[in-house]
């Protein structure tokens, strides 16, 4: 029984020392700047980051167009750059609250988030890693795109023999249809969609 009880008390302090080096251990509240990248996440690129806020703080273009329709594409276009300025806007006055300089930002993110690319000293981070808008900021990485290697090369000449093919697309989609005069929907999904692209005519209207 005596064996039985220090053996207990020996689980139970072990217990308490693991217990408090857990304690010690606990992140304050900010990113950890000195993550070690994984080979699929690309190769991390020293003092810049991409910094994305709540849309709860600053929505995105996409976000607030959906609750807007239009008659005309100049008139979404026009909608698409005033939201888009607004967004600026409201990023670069929170910069200033923690003095970052403007000048280090890389690129506004407004369409499908908010948020930019930005080269921060460690100061810099740190104090803009604490403002409760922020939703998360993460090292900015260099990905590369798989090597590609040509089995063969098509001439023109032959290219223009060549029997022309139905991709498999749209086979599965039932085939090719004339949709000339018809008036029907398409949905595409793609966050990196251009909303004010002069090719596409993207509706934001869902009702």
């Known amino acids: 029984m005596k064996n039985f009880s220090q ?4 689980i139970i302090f072990v217990a308490l020392v693991i217990t408090s080096c857990q304690k010690e251990t606990v992140s304050d509240g900010t990113a950890d700047p ?7 996440e690309g190769e991390i690129i020293p003092g810049q980051y991409i910094v994305v806020f709540k849309s ?7 976000k607030v167009l959906a609750k807007s329709s239009f008659t005309s594409r100049e008139a979404k276009a026009k909608s698409v750059r005033d939201i888009s300025e607004i967004s600026i806007k409201s990023m670069n006055a929170i910069l200033s609250d923690y003095d970052v300089d403007q000048s280090k930002v ?3 993110y407004t369409t499908k988030i908010s948020g930019m690319a930005i080269k921060l000293g460690e100061e810099e981070y740190k104090r803009l890693s ?10 900015d990485r260099r990905v590369q795109s798989p090597k590609v290697e040509v089995k063969d090369v098509i001439t023109g000449d032959v290219s223009q023999k ?7 697309g749209i086979s599965n989609a039932g085939g090719s ?9 398409i949905w595409i999904i793609d966050s990196g ?15």
């Open 177 to 185: 249809v004339d949709g000339s005069g018809k008036n029907a929907w």
């Open 56 to 62: 709860s703080k600053i929505q995105p273009t996409s």
């Open 106 to 108: 890389l690129n506004y």
């Open 162 to 168: 060549m029997a022309q093919e139905t991709p498999c």
């Open 7 to 10: 053996l207990t008390l020996a």
């Open 34 to 40: 000195g993550v070690a990248p994984t080979s699929a």
């Open 130 to 139: 604490s403002d409760p808008n922020v939703a998360g900021i993460e090292f």
């Open 193 to 207: 969609s251009d909303l004010d692209h002069p090719d596409l005519n993207v509706v934001t209207d869902t009702r």
